[in-house]
């Protein structure tokens, strides 16, 4: 009997429960003005300024009226810019800049303060946002951006927008991305199409600033009605391996129901499938977190669930809803969606989940320097970090402490350039830990 109560106490520990899920002060109230139905839809993490941004489509955000974009600090929320009569559909970090892709179709860049700085138009919606070499990639089913010829996704360099290769088609003309991310050093586009550039692949592919590669047959599904081509919502990496969940029933031939992992040669099923699509996928820790449905492996998880590269299982009871988007603020896991419960605490569409970091199944990157590299050095100035996690924050400084280059990567491999001759000090945020690497330049 012994024995099994201290199962059970070890098994909550691990898991989020009751005790550990927490409100976010006072939570999102959401509207329905736009029908977006996915209430707050993303969630960025600014780790230069150590705000989580929050973006979607509701009235207020701790009971303050805040509409569609907000900002906490951890604990307090507060108003950024005046989006009041559009919702929010996308967000990341670029240089020292949030930007938005909003419903009106339009690319705001605004700073810290809440400051617009830029306001670009596309013809059609901003679906997703991320950086890859130092350039802002833009993806959605639009056509155009700013003026500029663009079909479905399109780069800016800080100083014009251009088009990649000749874009995305689908049957109906353009094709639409709806995920974007960057993994082992290229960037993946993601969402419905049949052609990139000039090579046919279905739903998903590879760019490696020249040109598109499919990832072998793509995404199918069977049978007839709304979802037969395919589509990909969102993308995630773990344990080396890039993760796709969308509507599909099979990816590269395999038989892989609504999710898939790619790893870099061949696609793969997980052994069992979840019900519905995975509206995010992030990797935190020792998991592979997703949301979105209510079963995975033949068991109901509610909303969520966690995935260890064998088996799926359960965060807490889950949440009575669903998450839209995950990710991490001050070492704790941030899930904010459509729900009013998470396990069996009421919240309002936003819970943070502080897990407990003396459970044997945390393993903290710095125990094992070979996950975080920094190569080469000596360097001639280009440098690469690689970690066997999401690369969240990037700060090098030189000899003096001055400030010389930082980045949010959000992927595990990333190479910048130092142009000088110097010895610098390289910090990595990776996880929940936080390493610095000496890296010296010669020419």
């Known amino acids: 009997m012994k024995k099994l109560i201290l199962f059970i106490i070890l098994l909550s520990a691990i898991n989020c429960n009751a005790q550990i899920w927490d409100n976010v002060g006072g939570g999102i109230t959401l509207t329905s003005k736009y029908h977006t139905y996915l209430g707050v839809r993303v969630l960025v993490n600014d780790t230069i300024h150590h705000y989580l941004y929050v973006g979607g489509e509701f009235d207020s955000a701790g009971h303050k009226p805040i509409q569609n974009l907000a900002r906490w600090d951890g604990k307090n929320w507060s108003g950024m810019g005046n989006f009041n009569d559009t919702a929010i559909l996308s967000m990341c970090m670029y240089n020292d800049s949030l930007v938005i892709g909003d419903y009106l179709d339009n690319v705001t860049f605004i700073d810290s303060a809440g400051n617009i700085l830029n306001i670009f138009s596309a013809d059609g919606f901003v679906n997703s946002l991320t950086v890859y070499k130092n350039e802002l990639y833009a993806g959605g089913d639009f056509d155009e951006i700013n003026g500029v010829n663009a079909v479905g996704i399109a780069r800016y360099n800080g100083i014009n927008w251009e088009s990649v290769d000749s874009g995305m088609k689908n049957c109906c003309g353009n094709g639409d991305n709806w995920a974007l991310y960057v993994w082992n050093g290229k960037l993946y586009a993601a969402g419905a199409y049949y052609q990139a550039g000039d090579s046919l692949a279905n739903n998903i592919a590879s760019w490696n600033d020249t040109t598109w590669s499919p990832l072998g047959t793509g995404t199918n599904t069977k049978g007839t009605g709304k979802y037969d081509d395919g589509y990909i919502y969102s993308m995630g990496s773990y344990d080396n391996d890039l993760y796709i969940g969308g509507q599909f029933d099979s990816a590269g031939g395999v038989s892989t129901k609504w999710i898939a992992r790619w790893n870099g040669i061949k696609w793969d099923s997980l052994g069992s499938s979840i019900n519905e699509s995975a509206y995010d996928l992030f990797a935190y820790?020792?998991?592979?977190?997703?949301?979105?449905?209510?079963?995975?492996?033949?068991?109901?998880?509610?909303?969520?669930?966690?995935?260890?590269?064998?088996?799926?299982s359960?965060?807490?009871?889950?949440?009575?809803?669903?998450?839209?988007?995950?990710?991490?603020?001050?070492?704790?896991?941030?899930?904010?969606?459509?729900f009013n419960y998470a396990g069996s605490l009421p919240v309002n569409n936003i819970a943070r989940c502080t897990l407990d970091t003396t459970t044997t199944d945390i393993k903290q990157i710095g125990?094992?320097?070979?996950?975080?590299?920094?190569?080469?050095?000596?360097?001639?100035?280009?440098?690469?970090?690689?970690?066997?996690?999401?690369?969240?924050?990037?700060?090098?400084?030189?000899?003096?402490?001055?400030?010389?280059?930082?980045a949010q990567p959000k992927q595990s491999k990333f190479t910048f350039d130092l142009k000088e001759t110097g010895i610098y000090f390289v910090t990595v945020t990776s996880g929940d830990v936080i390493e610095t690497k000496k890296v010296v330049v010669v020419r």
Do not use: C, H
């Not at 690469?384 to 280059?405: A, E, F, P, R």
């Open 367 to 406: 125990n094992n320097k070979e996950l975080v590299s920094v190569y080469p050095n000596p360097t001639s100035g280009e440098t690469t970090i690689t970690s066997s996690k999401n690369i969240q924050y990037i700060k090098v400084t030189d000899l003096l402490g001055q400030l010389i280059y930082e």
């Open 285 to 312: 820790r020792n998991y592979l977190y997703m949301s979105g449905f209510d079963s995975a492996g033949g068991m109901s998880v509610r909303g969520l669930t966690k995935w260890n590269d064998t088996l799926f």
């Open 314 to 338: 359960s965060v807490d009871s889950g949440i009575n809803g669903f998450a839209a988007a995950i990710d991490t603020f001050n070492k704790e896991l941030y899930f904010a969606g459509f």
